[in-house]
């Protein structure tokens, strides 16, 4: 599990730089259509390949709340704002401060479901952005001299 999700950190990264080079060529509007189009594909290529189908009966999806179909508008958002980042910050800093956003989130989630707060974890986020604050201190001294 643990070099499934690094596969999946590597892959997301690969993802932001490819999408936010097409939104430099095309626009990141046009870019983020399009990297859910050929998203769309793939998926459906995957069903066909794996003789699976998406078949879900009006019933079960009445059922379904809401909110649990908003991941495809959440994903567009990403994309869109890694657009927009990635070409003017370094994929390493970008890649951080998407990391503290999700251990935020996380923090977030678990104290109003969970009713509880991870300190240590607050404290890494903390961390890591003052990290990224003083390396970027450091980089724009490098390019002044």
Not at 71 to 92: D, E, H, L, Q
């Amino acid at each position: 599990m643990i070099i499934l999700a690094m596969v999946g950190g590597i892959l997301t990264t690969l993802s932001m730089i490819v999408n936010s080079s097409l939104g430099k060529k095309i626009g990141v509007l046009q870019s983020t259509c399009i990297n859910y189009i050929v998203g769309l594909i793939c998926s459906t290529l995957v069903l066909i390949l794996l003789g699976s189908s998406i078949k879900v009966s009006v019933e079960t999806f009445s059922k379904l709340p809401f909110y649990i179909f908003l991941g495809g508008a959440i994903g567009v958002s990403i994309v869109y704002c890694s657009n927009i980042i990635i070409p003017k910050i370094p994929v390493v800093y970008s890649t951080l401060l998407l990391f503290v956003g999700q251990v935020v989130a996380g923090i977030i989630i678990d104290f109003f479901v969970m009713s509880e707060i991870s300190f240590s974890k607050l404290i890494g986020a903390i961390v890591i952005i003052i990290g990224i604050l003083y390396n970027s201190k450091i980089d724009a001294k490098e390019i002044e001299e």
